[in-house]
């Protein structure tokens, strides 16, 4: 089974600035990587698939990077809609073998 | 706009059996490949299995916890997605969410509110 590292798992930011978040995979997924997010009570939202391409209505301020083991989620300038729990997931693999991450809160400083 | 609206949880003893459903509308279903996740309480998110539209054959994969108890099923007639849960512990006590896949991968673009599944004595 493919395991994602998320880390950090709290990152405190302020409203305005940018957040960086990263997932680790234990092998290589190639760039085969979405990332959501979740805030409370709601069921999670798709941002990011493919590590890099927006799903559709995301913002700009969401942009995603990577590819083999390393990912990186980057907020540009967080708005207060954007703090929430963030996951990765990988969909690499023939018959699939989906994992999430464990998450990244990001809160308010 | 794309709906999935899940129904069938509740509480259930350890062992029991339960039949979740999810109404999908706003979209063309039977060319979708559907999946289920869930959450537990304060936890992360799993994925369970996924069913392919019948015109891709209509087949199955699960997850390897689940295979065997747990069976994904789809009525193109109705818009509707079934997961069947046997054998249920209390360790599968969530929420659990229908959702679409992607047309470029096995991830999921649409989401419903999902439905809770409590095992308990």
Not at chain 1, 58 to 76: A, K, N
Not at chain 2, 23 to 50: D, H, I, Y
Not at chain 2, 52 to 80: E, M
Not at chain 2, 82 to 96: F, K, R
Request: glycine letters at 12%; hydrophobic letters at 30%.
């Amino acid at each position: 089974e493919i395991l994602l590292t998320q880390f950090p798992a709290t990152l405190s930011v302020s409203p305005g600035e940018r957040a960086t978040l990263s997932c680790r995979a234990s092998q290589s997924i190639s760039r085969n990587l979405a990332w959501y997010h979740q805030k409370p009570g709601q069921p999670p939202r798709l941002l990011i698939y493919g590590a890099s391409t927006r799903a559709t209505g995301v913002p700009v301020r969401f942009s995603g990077s990577g590819s083999g083991t390393e990912f990186t989620l980057t907020i540009s300038s967080l708005q207060s809609e954007d703090f929430a729990v963030y996951f990765c997931q990988q969909y690499n693999g023939w018959p699939p073998s989906i994992t999430f991450g464990g998450g990244t809160k990001v809160e308010i400083k | 706009e794309v709906q999935l609206v899940e129904s069938g949880g509740g509480l259930v003893k350890p062992g029991g059996s339960l039949r979740l459903s999810c109404a999908a509308s706003g979209f063309t279903f039977k060319n979708a490949w559907m999946s289920w996740v869930r959450q537990a309480p304060g936890k992360g998110l799993e994925w369970l299995g996924r069913i392919k539209s019948r015109s891709d054959g209509g087949t199955t994969d699960y997850a390897a916890p689940v295979k065997g108890r747990f069976t994904i099923s789809r009525d193109d007639s109705k818009n509707t997605l079934h997961l069947q849960l046997n054998g249920l512990h209390t360790n599968d006590t969530a929420v659990y969410y229908c959702t679409t896949e992607g047309v470029r991968g096995v991830y999921f673009d649409h989401w419903g509110q999902g439905t809770l599944v409590t095992v308990s004595s």
